[in-house]
């Protein structure tokens, strides 16, 4: 990384924020897709998280390595934001008919519908976890950032990170040995090492595109 582009960014550096989304805008939107289960809402989202960004430029550190777990602490704030508004307005659109579907046969938007109903198998049974554990193994399992990385995104001490994803890690399983989702394969992680910059896991690719 070039050393003088956090300064870039923190001063508002349009050109750096242009740098910014090209190399990380498809990482930050597989996570809110993988949060959302639903490819317009991550849309959305990844655009809000680049707004949030850019209104918060003011905070970034000028020394430091990727921005990447700053842009998905963003991510999960908007993410917690647009699931509160859910929940207040879920019985009045639980009320609403439901809108007529309509055939499409195009390659890729079958794609994506297939790419939902995994996400939305995995989200059943990540909603039995508590929040701080779907965060971490979000970060750490999906998005594949180290004990660091997550610390960081997250605003918590590392050792949190690590009781969180090695907790996290053994309710999944148990959760997916009682087959609470059909035919939902258990995800394969490796552990990490004493080396916080290893990596936690390797992400997994298979919900987003």
């Known amino acids: 990384m070039d050393p003088g582009f ?13 740098v910014l989304f090209r190399e990380h805008g498809k990482a930050v939107y597989n996570h809110c897709f993988r949060l959302a289960g639903d490819w317009a809402t991550a849309e959305d989202c990844t655009s809000l998280v680049f707004l949030e960004a850019w209104r918060l430029r003011h905070k970034v550190d000028p020394e430091g390595g990727s921005l990447l777990p700053w842009l998905l602490g963003i991510a999960h704030h908007v993410m917690h934001r647009r699931w509160r508004v859910t929940r207040r307005h879920q019985a009045l659109m639980e009320r609403m008919p439901a809108p007529e579907l309509l055939p499409d046969f195009a390659d890729e938007l079958v794609g994506r519908l297939e790419d939902q109903e995994l996400i939305a198998a995995v989200k059943q049974v990540m909603d039995r976890l508590s929040r701080g554990d ?3 193994l979000a970060l750490c399992v999906w998005a594949g950032l180290d004990y660091a990385g997550a610390a960081e995104a997250l605003g918590v001490p590392v050792g949190t990170v690590r009781s969180r994803l090695s907790r996290a890690r053994r309710r999944l399983e148990k959760l997916a040995r009682k087959n609470l989702v059909p035919n939902l ?3 394969a992680v490796e552990r990490q090492t004493a080396d916080d910059r290893t990596e936690a896991v390797k992400p997994n690719e298979r919900g987003a595109r």
Request: charged fraction near 40%; avoid cysteine; hydrophobic fraction near 30%.
């Open 6 to 18: 956090r300064a870039r960014v923190r001063g508002g550096d349009e050109g750096a924020f242009n």
């Open 185 to 187: 394969e258990p995800v």
């Open 134 to 136: 779907r965060e971490v």
